[in-house]
Nanobody
Framework: QVQLVESGGGLVQPGGSLRLSCAAS????????ESWYRQAPGTGTSRELV?????????NYADSVKGRFTISRDNAKNTVYLQMNSLKPEDTAVYYC???????????WGKGTLVTVSS
């Protein structure tokens, strides 16, 4: 079992920055893929993949956040981060952390942290 706890969400003005953290505990295997997803509140839309980092060092981003968001990981702390700069109102969402172990077919989610971008 793996537990994921997100933190760092909050209210920020347009153009501002926030850093989200996702601390993992439990059995962390390699290879793994750690990702941030988001879901706009109250819309019923599906979760959108925002950014991904693999244990091999590969990162990928949604086109909507490229150049503004940076995903990183600290393997010693079992923590993945999402640095969000130049935030826009359309970035308002609940952000979820996900870890996937492809070789084991396991997939875990955090409970989410709300980011609100508003003046």
């Amino acid at each position: 079992q793996v537990q994921l706890v997100e933190s760092g969400g909050g209210l920020v003005q347009p153009g501002g920055s926030l850093r989200l953290s996702c601390a993992a505990s439990g059995s962390i295997f390699s290879p793994n893929v750690e990702s941030w997803y988001r879901q706009a509140p109250g819309t019923g839309t599906s979760r959108e993949l925002v950014a991904t980092t693999t244990s091999g060092g590969t990162t990928n981003y949604a086109d909507s956040v490229k150049g503004r968001f940076t995903i990183s990981r600290d393997n010693a702390k079992n923590t993945v981060y999402l640095q969000m700069n130049s935030l826009k109102p359309e970035d308002t969402a609940v952000y979820y952390c996900n870890v996937r172990f492809p070789s084991r077919g396991l997939n875990y989610w955090g409970k989410g942290t709300l980011v609100t971008v508003s003046s």
